[in-house]
């Protein structure tokens, strides 16, 4: 049972470009969460999703910042027009359900040049 | 006021040495977390504790509910230890993870 998949693992991205992660989680789970971990700081919470729901974004920035979970495919942050400031690790962990265990995928890594 | 307190930030220790890295909660929870941050970046989930005890290899993790307080023990400690060490709660079942700001756990040879 292959873990949580993240890609790419490095994306590097000019001021006012997209940038778009995605996030395979651990089969059978159908449950996603994106963290994001600013240089020096601690993770912080971003968004919550089920498969074709949003169940909290209160940790999402207003703008620029959206994310998805279809019903076929992996989640997708994605951040228009990219700022320095969102430079940054972006995580995704996933969770069965059945249990509230959040398994980690091993990050992407952002940098805004 | 961080919901979610760690101490020590940083520690360093002696090959061998019993190392223990405290945190505390300010908000009632369904569980806790402990996980590992290695130099790379990779996050691994060590514990989730509700109550009592946890016991993984030389890995060991308590909480007192009544004291919001968890405490994450490595007996034995070994340089390949070294990595922050990162206690997040959640209040109630599948709801986002808290975190802590980190401990970064130095073991020296």
């Known amino acids: 049972n292959a873990g949580v998949m993240q890609n790419p693992r490095h994306l590097v991205r000019r001021r006012g470009q997209e940038a778009r992660l995605r996030c395979s989680p651990m089969k059978g789970h159908s449950h996603v969460y994106w963290y994001r971990q600013l240089p020096e700081e601690g993770l912080k919470f971003m968004v919550y999703l089920q498969k074709e729901n949003i169940i909290d974004e209160s940790g999402m920035p207003k703008e620029r910042f959206s994310a998805e979970f279809p019903k076929e495919g992996p989640s997708i942050l994605r951040i228009q027009q990219v700022v320095r400031g969102d430079s940054a690790a972006y995580f995704c962990?996933?969770?069965?359900?059945?249990?509230?265990?959040?398994?980690f995928g091993p990050g992407t890594r952002l940098t805004v040049t | 006021k961080n919901e979610v307190e760690q101490s020590p930030q940083n520690l360093t220790a002696q090959e061998g040495e019993f190392i223990t890295i405290n945190c505390s909660y300010s908000?009632?929870?369904?569980?806790l977390h402990w996980l590992q941050q290695h130099p790379g970046g990779g996050i691994v989930s060590l514990f989730m504790l509700s109550s009592g005890k946890k016991k993984h290899g030389r890995l060991i993790a308590t909480i007192n509910i009544q004291e919001k307080h968890s405490s994450l023990h490595i007996t034995a400690s070994h340089p390949r230890d070294s990595a922050v060490y990162i206690c997040?709660?959640?209040?109630?079942?599948?709801?986002?993870?808290?975190f802590g700001k980190g401990t970064r756990l130095s073991v020296i040879a």
């Open positions: 997040a709660v959640e209040r109630s079942g599948n709801t986002p993870l808290v």
């Open positions: 962990a996933s969770s069965p359900g059945t249990t509230t265990e959040q398994y």
């Open positions: 908000v009632g929870i369904s569980a």
